[in-house]
């Protein structure tokens, strides 16, 4: 099986920035990208970002483009979200995915909260 681990979840003021971490362990067989959704209370689970692990190519919500930038750390499997600009509306949990051949596994989330 795989476990992923997400990290960097804290209470932020408007404006402000965090790194989210996730690191990806067990048996990790053709790990094809890794990424993050988020769900705030009341609403459903959302894309924000996504990296393929070979190319390095990213993917962003258009909610986030030029405000987060996703990353990786190729022979750790972990992957990085860089928040900045932090705005109340982006206060949710934010979850890790790893999509390994054709299945996704998933962290289990780590809450960002952007209040004054």
């Known amino acids: 099986q795989v476990q992923l681990v997400e990290s960097g979840g804290a209470l932020v003021q408007p404006g402000g920035s965090l790194r989210l971490s996730c690191a990806a362990s067990g048996r990790i067989v053709s790990l094809n990208g890794m990424g993050w959704y988020r769900q705030a209370p009341g609403k459903e689970r959302e894309f924000v970002a996504a990296?393929?692990?070979?190319?390095?190519?990213?993917n962003y919500a258009d909610s986030v483009k030029g405000r987060f930038t996703i990353s990786r750390e190729y022979t750790k499997y972990s992957v990085y979200l860089q928040m900045d600009s932090l705005k109340p509306e982006d206060t949710a949990v934010y979850y890790c995915?790893?999509?390994?051949?054709?299945?996704?596994?998933w962290g289990q989330g780590t809450q960002v909260t952007v209040s004054s």
């Open positions: 995915y790893a999509k390994i051949l054709s299945r996704e596994f």
């Open positions: 990296i393929v692990w070979g190319g390095g190519n990213t």
